[in-house]
């Protein structure tokens, strides 16, 4: 059995960076907050689609950042939606934001806990959808466990919907995304220091340390498949949100590989759902 490897204070580590770039995040054109609180909808279309119909259901949404997602879903008719997050300020400013767009803490609530307390943290379970990503799974060393604590959450009859980005694109060249320069299999974590944040790289910060893990899809699938969720789809994309490669180019409001080059998937999706009870 994998027994991931974890560094001594990497909990901390990773939360002081969140902590810093949580207000550069509500300002940056990256978030578009402005657009949002007109009405944007920050959702991907594959995920409108995919996830179907919300209405009058509710959602939980794991690692949920500063909780543009997370309203959104209220926004598309979701009866009652609850973000969690490991950091204060995030939380904090998902919890402003909802009230500055009128949803009150009867439609949209958001818990500060690491996703490993969530079953002492979230309120009310379960839920008709578990929800989560973008970016999500990276900053966690157990996969077993994330998906044991995630389909804890799920209702008889609900499921849980993961969109990721494809770790197949952690072991590519960052110059053009065609050649393998790092290991799919790596168990090691990734220790790294950078400036700035992805929503803006000019920004001066601080805390710039971080350790993330690489899960292969099929860690994924199978941790979740482990619980009794059953597999409804894994679907793989060939777009990304933001500029992983330097040769990627906006179109169509993703970043894409150039047209003639061969591709490989950027994202993933999946559904696992929980039978309803008879």
């Known amino acids: 059995m994998y027994v991931p490897v974890i560094p001594e204070g990497w909990r901390e580590i990773n939360q002081s960076n969140w902590d810093e770039r949580v207000p550069i995040h509500m300002t940056s054109d990256f978030y578009e907050l402005d657009a949002f609180r007109a009405g944007k909808d920050p959702l991907r279309d594959f995920e409108l689609a995919e996830v179907g119909e919300v209405g009058g259901r509710s959602l939980l949404h794991l690692q949920c950042h500063i909780g543009l997602d997370t309203l959104a879903w209220a926004r598309h008719g979701a009866s009652r939606v609850v ?94 995304g065609s050649h393998v320069v790092h290991d799919y299999f790596a168990r090691e974590p990734w220790v790294e220091e950078e400036n700035g944040t992805y929503a803006d790289r000019s920004a001066e910060t601080v805390h710039n340390r971080t350790v993330e893990w ?60 929980r039978p309803a009870t008879s």
């Open 83 to 176: 973000g969690l997050d490991f950091s204060q300020p995030a939380v904090a400013s998902a919890n402003a934001l909802a009230a500055e767009i009128g949803l009150g803490p009867e439609r949209a609530e958001f818990v500060a806990a690491d996703v490993y307390d969530a079953v002492e943290a979230v309120p009310e379970g379960p839920y008709d959808i578990v929800y989560t990503g973008v970016g999500a799974l990276s900053w966690l060393p157990d996969i077993r466990r994330w998906a044991e604590i995630a389909a804890s959450f799920v209702a008889p009859g609900g499921f849980l919907y993961l969109a990721e980005f494809h770790p197949i694109t952690d072991v590519l060249d960052d110059e053009t």
């Open 214 to 273: 690489q899960h292969p899809i099929g860690d994924v699938v199978s941790a979740l498949c482990a619980t009794g969720l059953r597999l409804e789809f894994l679907h793989e994309h060939d777009v990304s949100l933001f500029n992983r490669f330097d040769s990627l180019e906006k179109r169509d409001g993703y970043l894409r590989f150039p047209v003639g080059q061969p591709r490989v998937p950027l994202m993933y999706s999946l559904k696992a759902s």
